[in-house]
Structures are given as C-alpha cells and as structure tokens.
C-alpha cells in the first residue's frame, strides 16, 4: 500500500454539490497538507495541520474546508462546487525534524467541476 | 512573505542535452532550498536538496548549488534521457519546518528520442 493514499483518484461532479476528497497515510507524521495544482500556477497551498487539534489556512482556503478526523487521516470538502475549482489535487505529510525533505506526497486526485 | 521563481516552461531537448533550470527565491535569511519532480501521473517525490549556502545537492545525476549572493538555486544536468521528462519543482522551506514548502510554479520538461 502507498504511504498516503489520496480517494478518488478521479471525480466529476457538478456545480453546487458537495464533495469530500480524503487522504490517509500510514508514514506516522502528524503533519499533513492539502496543496491544489493548476497549469502555470504550481502547487498553492489551501489547509495544512500539525496534529490532531490544529488546522491553518493557507493561501487558497476560500471555498473550502477540513478535517483531520484522526492522525492518519485529512479530508478536504468543497461545500459548493464551482467550475474554478477544477485541478489536481494533493495531499502530504511530513515530519517535523525534516523540515522540506521530509514530505511524502499522494498521487493526487484528478477533480473537475462541470 | 517568502516566493520561489523558476523559469517557465515547457522545455524541449533532444535526449543527451543539457539541461538548467533557473530557479530564484526571495526570502529573509537562508532557508532551505528543494527540487521535487513529478512524473506523468504520480505525485511528487523529492529529487535533491540544500540546507546551506554553498551545498552541492545531487540526485539521479541532477545537480544544484545553493548560491546565497544571487539567491538562486538552478537545477543542471549534463545530459538529460528521455526518462526524465517530468515537471520540475523548485521550492524553500525553514529548518524549523513550521511553516509548509513554498514551491514555485513547475517547469515541464519534455526530452525526446
């Protein structure tokens, strides 16, 4: 099994709807990130947490929100969807004594907002 | 706040080029620098690192040397294979890790046969 395993790898959905991407990971970091990818804009950075009781905003959290349910696991919802959210989306984890070159990285989740 | 800038892409280079990627960062002090590369389909997986001015980090025959006086941190390899066509990452961090990676907008490499 992957590290940090991103579900669904693939989803359409239609504008309005709710929708949950979910990560779970077994590395044991307590940190954990949601990043969006978008052709030549990067990796942009929407929640992240440093455990269990912790959620920060990134540069990107309008529209959306999250939860870390355990420390394994961190969903990212989008209340509303709207077509401007379609992109690539990724979940990691790191661990804090490594500072940049500690993160693990999902295999993203493919989201398209029709 | 801290920012990371690399050159755009897409690349093209015959197989056995030479490859740089120019990346530039701006921030307060000296973080630590990253390349991460993502191949077709596949999240992103670290390629080299350096925590210091002056470090040398080298990967899979990747090199980059983190260069304090023009804040830069250019990605070179001698030559590239077809099997390194991916999108390139540049990004920066604390050595703290208080605060998320901070990646510059991805440069697509393509190399063909």
């Known amino acids: 099994d992957a590290d940090v395993t991103q579900t669904p790898r693939n989803r359409i959905t239609k504008t309005g709807k709710r929708i949950m991407l979910e990560c779970s990971q077994t590395?044991?970091?307590?940190?954990m990130y949601w990043y969006r990818q978008d052709p030549g804009l990067g990796l942009r950075l929407i929640y992240y947490?440093?455990?269990?009781?912790?959620?920060n905003k990134g540069e990107i959290s309008d529209g959306y929100s999250v939860s870390r349910q355990a420390q394994a696991k961190f969903s990212l919802s989008l209340e509303s969807a709207i077509p401007n959210q379609t992109a690539l989306y990724f979940c990691?984890?790191?661990?804090?004594?490594?500072?940049?070159?500690?993160?693990?990285f999902g295999s993203g989740t493919r989201l398209t907002v029709v | 706040g801290d920012s990371v800038t690399q050159m755009e892409g897409p690349v093209t280079l015959s197989e056995e080029a030479c490859l740089t990627i120019?990346?530039?960062?701006?921030?307060?002090?000296?973080?630590?620098l990253f390349w991460y590369v993502q191949y077709p389909g596949e999240g992103l997986q670290l390629l080299l690192k350096?925590?210091?001015?002056?470090d040398k980090g080298s990967n899979k025959g990747f090199e980059a040397t983190y260069r304090k006086e023009t804040t830069s941190f250019h990605l070179e390899k001698g030559s590239v294979q077809v099997s390194d066509s991916a999108v390139y990452f540049c990004?920066?961090?604390?050595?703290?890790?208080?605060?998320?990676?901070?990646f510059g907008k991805g440069t697509r490499l393509s190399v063909i046969a």
């Open positions: 990691a984890t790191s661990d804090p004594g490594q500072g940049g070159y500690g993160y693990t």
């Open positions: 590395k044991g970091h307590d940190r």
């Open positions: 947490s440093f455990d269990v009781k912790d959620i």
């Open positions: 120019n990346c530039t960062y701006t921030a307060t002090g000296y973080p630590s």
């Open positions: 350096a925590t210091k001015a002056d």
């Open positions: 990004a920066l961090s604390w050595n703290s890790g208080n605060t998320p990676l901070v």
